[in-house]
């Protein structure tokens, strides 16, 4: 017997509830506010799964003359066939950002329009094709999505899911820096080389930490898990699990203070009372 409209719609909600409160929360946007309702539909509306909506709206952002929406549409969808994780990682990071951000009210605001999540989406698509040994192609894309989102991730950075960058202007990550899961980085933040090593030169960045506006984390230097890095901090050295640095040159001013930073997302320094 053939499967009703209905019975259709709860099947698919109940495969990826994500992708299905994405959907609801952009048929809700598309009847409120007509402007958008072709951009909307366009969008979200008439794509299948998540995987497709997300190539359709990274290609219309980095399409360029010499590699037009189409072709980047198909590259980007390609990627994340080949790789599912891709998909999982980009689901990690919407609920990230929805949890973590108070500006986020719906699933659908960073998937639909923060930048930050769209340039770290891209990244995880530059990384595939690096790792693919496709280094021209890759290298194309973070030069793309640094001049279309002012992000530079160099696309052999290591970064894990639940990923947070919020406003995201100015980020700059260097080629072996690794950043652990469930991180959350602020604006004009650069994981960076010293400019005196070669090799293996950027920060590892472990779980949970948080790092404030304009933090420099140059050289190979480990922030450890669940660490806050204050705003403006210049860190030369290796942070300590479960404690605060700032400052320039960055000091230990405390301990963390909390389960984990990056989600409590807490920028108060020197508490002693504990935030959890
Ligand atoms: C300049 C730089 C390489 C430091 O080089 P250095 O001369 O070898 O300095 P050191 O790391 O030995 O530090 C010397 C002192 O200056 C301090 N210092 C170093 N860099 C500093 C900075 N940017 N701001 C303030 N103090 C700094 C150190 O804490 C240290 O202080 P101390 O002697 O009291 O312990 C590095 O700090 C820097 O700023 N590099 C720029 C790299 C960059 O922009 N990378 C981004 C790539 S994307």
């Not at 409120?32 to 979200?44: D, G, N, Q, R, T």
């Not at 010499?66 to 999982?88: C, K, N, S, T, Y």
């Not at 160099?154 to 960058?165: E, L, S």
């Not at 948080?210 to 230097?221: D, E």
């Amino acid at each position: 017997m053939a499967k009703t409209q209905a019975a259709r719609l709860a099947e698919a909600a109940a495969l990826d509830p994500l992708w299905q409160t994405i959907r609801d929360e952009v048929a809700a946007s598309a009847a409120a506010e007509p402007v958008l309702a072709s951009f909307l539909h366009a969008s979200v509306l008439n794509h299948k799964t998540l995987e497709d909506a997300l190539g359709f709206i990274l290609a219309g952002k980095l399409e360029s003359p010499v590699l037009p929406a189409m072709l980047l549409r198909e590259l980007i969808i390609d990627a994340m066939a080949a790789d599912p994780q891709l998909g999982q990682r980009a689901r990690a990071d919407i609920r990230a950002v929805r949890e973590r951000d108070p500006a986020a009210h719906r699933l659908s605001e960073p998937f639909m329009y923060f930048k930050g999540f769209h340039a770290l989406q891209s990244h995880r698509v530059a990384n595939w094709l690096w790792r693919e040994g496709r280094h021209s192609l890759a290298l194309f894309l973070q030069g793309r999505t640094s001049e279309v989102f002012a992000v530079d991730i160099h696309p052999a950075a290591r970064i894990g899911q639940g990923i947070m960058i919020d406003h995201a202007t100015s980020v700059v990550i260097g080629e072996t820096a690794v950043v652990e899961d469930n991180v959350s980085i602020l604006h004009e933040v650069t994981l960076g080389g010293t400019g005196k090593e070669s090799g293996d030169r950027h920060p590892k960045v472990r779980r949970g930490v948080l790092i404030g506006a304009g933090a420099k984390i140059l050289g190979n230097v480990e922030v450890g898990e669940c660490s806050r890095v204050g705003a403006g901090s210049v860190v030369l050295a290796n942070v300590p699990p479960r404690t605060t640095v700032a400052g320039v040159p960055a000091e230990v001013i405390g301990p963390s203070d909390c389960m984990e930073p990056a989600r409590e997302m807490d920028h108060r320094l020197g508490r002693r009372g504990g935030c959890c």
